[in-house]
């Protein structure tokens, strides 16, 4: 039910909305009734949340299990300094409720997954995307379908960007029927390996915003059957239109996916084998002995040259498998990347190539500028 009257400070806080003849006191009063789900607090969802706040839509929704990292405040503007270290959720509540003590804020610190994804979406009008990994973007899209709400979608990676409104339920295409099959892993990067221009999420996840005050409020025309790809070195912006697919296995007119399923196996992501690690302290103490070793760095050129770890040699994750005559089979192999994902993706690798040798560093070069060498840039 809509709010029969705003308060007269919501009245003063709202007056540039008010003042606008197709928006007005009706659209306002629809702002604070309506509840919205922004699943990741990190590039897209510091804008969303941030414009959503101030423009008073009455309950917002995160979702993120993260802490706040250095390497975050390039882009993630809902953080600061002071906020290094702290749960991104803390953090990011204090910021919102300084811009607008009106938002109800629901905080969700853990991952959007198979198990939750349809327990905590059910509460809300709107679910947004500002997630930058392929199977919890699949999940919000399958949530979506299935409670018949609108999954307002953004995607960024470098200089480029995309966002559209997937609403079947509103005769619009979901996720699915643009993209039917998740890239093979390792074809695309994560904003991590790929990097993203910091003011990239500002503009997407504003327009994500956008999207999402047009649909509460009836205003104007949604991206609903349409993707809109933002080309920031040419300052394009060029529009595509989306069709249902119905052979679509979610949407569909015969659906065979109704509930949640395996979706890192979907999208290709399989557990990793068991391996062995070392932590930095034990590297750097075999270092310090002398014994003999091969530091393999699976990074791409570009963090290399921001910080490196002496004696190591770059081979990135995507060229380790078409180099092995390079690498040492006699002598321990330790593989190191940023935080140890990519590295443990290359052990893993490795190994299927029969390198017993192999060895992952736990925490990677982070860890190494922590606790060994500071002199070490944390990026």
């Known amino acids: 039910m809509i709010p029969v009257d705003l308060s007269p400070p919501e009245m003063q806080r709202y007056a540039r909305h008010l003042a606008i003849p197709e928006f007005g006191i009706e659209a306002q009063k629809k702002l604070r009734a309506a509840s919205v789900l ?40 809902l953080f600061g300094e002071n906020d290094l270290g702290r ?97 093979a892993p390792g074809l695309v990067p994560s904003c991590a390996e790929g990097g993203v221009l910091g003011v990239l999420p500002g503009l997407v996840g504003t327009l994500q915003a956008l999207e999402c005050i047009k649909l509460i ?86 963090e290399h040259a921001t910080a490196s770890i002496r004696g190591a040699v770059l081979i990135p994750l995507a060229q380790v498998a078409t180099r092995t005559a390079e690498l040492p089979r006699d002598i321990p192999l330790y593989v190191h990347c940023k935080l140890g994902g990519r590295s443990a993706k290359a052990v893993a690798a490795l190994q299927e190539l029969g390198f017993t040798n192999a060895v992952n560093v736990a925490g990677g070069i982070r860890a190494w500028s922590e606790q060994i060498d500071p002199s070490v840039p944390v990026y």
């Open 217 to 302: 409020t009836g205003i104007g025309q949604p991206l609903l059957g349409r993707l809109l790809h933002v080309d920031t070195l040419g300052m394009r912006f060029r529009t595509f239109n989306l069709r249902r697919d119905p052979a679509c296995p979610v949407c569909g007119d015969n659906p065979s996916i109704t509930q949640p399923i395996d979706y890192e196996g979907f999208c290709g992501i399989r557990p990793l084998p068991p391996m062995k690690e070392i932590s930095v302290q034990d590297l750097h103490r075999l270092r310090q002995q002398g014994d003999k070793h091969y530091l393999l760095d699976v990074r791409e050129p570009d």
């Open 38 to 77: 922004c699943i990741g607090a990190g590039g897209l969802g510091s804008p969303i949340s941030m414009y959503l706040a101030a423009a008073g839509v009455g309950t917002l929704g995160l979702v993120d299990p993260d802490v706040v990292e250095i390497s975050n405040l390039q882009r993630q503007i």
């Open 87 to 183: 749960s991104k959720l803390d953090a990011a509540s204090e910021r919102l409720r300084s811009i607008n003590p009106h938002v109800r804020l629901n905080l969700h610190p853990e991952r959007f997954t198979a198990a939750n994804a349809l327990i905590i979406a059910s509460g809300y009008d709107i679910i947004i995307d500002g997630t930058d990994n392929f199977p919890t973007r699949y999940l919000s899209n399958d949530v979506c379908v299935w409670l018949k709400k609108p999954n307002v979608y953004g995607s960024i990676l470098r200089f480029e960007g995309q966002a559209a409104v997937f609403a079947p339920h509103l005769n619009a295409p979901c996720y699915r029927c643009m993209a039917p099959q998740p890239p």
